[in-house]
């Protein structure tokens, strides 16, 4: 393990461990105006979603490496309004062109091609392209430092939300497959967060924990963290009587008998069993077949 303190180290190393680590991190692409009414668009990664009630999204703005202050947060503090879109893969090309410093008051809409959305009660329009977008007045500007690299945190209150009709399904649920939302991780890399790399994980609940796992299974090679977690979401270990059945129902008659003639180690061909049945969600029969051992 590798301890670094961050007053040992410039700001711009540290400010790379932290980005390659701390991911992946959702894109705010923020529109705000400035007193001449000129439009700025420009994305951020040091963003999320801090409330819902009242709706409340905070991104930071960091002082760039000569010095000032970016665009965005001169504009909010001229006026207090931000639209902030979110940003699907079919956009990110364009995104990352809008990131680019162009200089004040060139209107970043025009230079990535995207489309400017109206908005109802807020100055800056949304992107137009982007899957939602929020309306949103700036509650509220934290200044954490003043050298390069301190962020400026900006806590907006959402006033209206806008999402586009074909990213619900049938049912009027939002579909992440279809949101196809991208990730910031550290250096030129980003994530896309569709197809494999989607997967649901159920609701947590109270149950034994982990710590009230027998030890010779908590202890397993072949089980992993995520394998122990589930067995510790089930809410109690089966009786002696229910593992006594699982065992005369035959289930596992093939497995015994793979350890019996197969020169293999019960427990192992118990716990390698069990890890499917674990894959398949099936964590009380996982739990009836590794207590056979």
């Not at 190393?13 to 991911?23: P, R």
């Not at 030890?215 to 510790?232: M, P, Q, V």
Request: aromatic share 8%.
């Amino acid at each position: 393990m590798k301890t670094i303190d961050p007053a040992n180290v410039p700001a711009p190393d540290f400010y790379k461990l932290l980005t390659a680590t701390i991911g992946p991190r959702p894109i705010a692409f923020a529109s705000t105006v400035d007193a001449a009414s000129r439009v700025n668009l420009s994305p951020f990664s040091f963003f999320n979603v801090f409330g819902s009630n009242p709706p409340t999204l905070i991104l930071s703005t960091a002082v760039t490496r000569q010095g000032n202050q970016k665009h965005t947060l001169q504009n909010v503090r001229e006026v207090a309004e931000i639209t902030i879109s979110v940003v699907s893969y079919s956009m990110v090309e364009q995104m990352s062109l809008a990131s680019a410093e162009f200089d004040k008051g060139v209107n970043e809409f025009v230079k990535a091609g995207f489309t400017e959305r109206p908005s109802e009660a807020v100055r800056p329009p949304g992107v137009a392209e982007a899957p939602a977008s929020f309306e949103c007045v700036v509650k509220q500007i934290i200044e954490t430092g003043t050298e390069p690299g301190a962020g400026n945190l900006l806590i907006c209150e959402v006033v209206r939300g806008h999402f586009r009709d074909d990213i619900f399904d049938s049912k009027g649920v939002i579909d992440p497959h279809r949101v196809d939302l991208i990730g910031r991780l550290g250096g030129d890399w980003y994530c896309r967060a569709s197809g494999d790399a989607l997967f649901s994980l159920a609701r947590p609940q109270v149950g034994i924990g982990v710590d009230q796992i027998p030890d010779a299974i908590r202890t397993s090679n072949i089980l992993t963290g995520n394998d122990l977690g589930k067995l510790g979401s089930f809410n109690a270990l089966p009786s002696d009587e229910a593992v006594q059945h699982y065992r005369q129902s035959g289930v596992l008659n093939d497995t015994f008998a793979e350890a019996r003639h197969g020169c293999q180690y019960l427990p192992d061909l118990l716990h390698v069993r069990a890890k499917q049945l674990l894959a398949e969600n099936k964590v009380e029969e996982a739990w009836l077949t590794l207590l056979q051992a």
